[in-house]
């Protein structure tokens, strides 16, 4: 089946997650029908862990990290009490999904025809 939001938000707990369990967690969201990439960023948009080419990871990286502070500043400016844990960005060709933490983000690329 397809990789969902309730995975994402477990996995933005995973820096208290055991290295074994945290490849665990990845290999299961990389094994769901339609992924194409599985990447950790930090915060700052330098890429952690990806299984995308090394150009595309670099890509994803810096472009998302950015998207993600955008998308936190603009949730915080509507209700200072509130805070993002999750976003979805569909197009015709892909959809991606990121889970952010304070230090890092969580992505999950993946073709909506194949899921």
């Known amino acids: 089946?397809?990789?969902?939001?309730?995975?994402?938000?477990?996995l933005c707990v995973w820096r208290a997650m055991s290295d074994s369990q945290v490849e665990e967690t990845l290999r299961r969201i990389q094994s769901h029908r339609g992924v194409k990439g599985v990447m950790i960023v930090s915060a700052d948009g330098v890429p952690i862990r990806s299984d995308l080419d090394s150009e595309e990871t670099n890509t994803y990286a810096a472009l998302l990290s950015q998207l993600a502070m955008k998308a936190s500043s603009v949730v915080r400016t509507l209700d200072e009490t509130d805070e993002l844990t999750f976003f979805r960005i569909r197009t015709k060709k892909h959809e991606i999904m990121i889970a952010p933490d304070p230090e890092y983000l969580l992505v999950v690329i993946q073709r909506p025809q194949d899921t």
């Open 1 to 10: 089946g397809r990789w969902n939001a309730r995975e994402a938000l477990e």
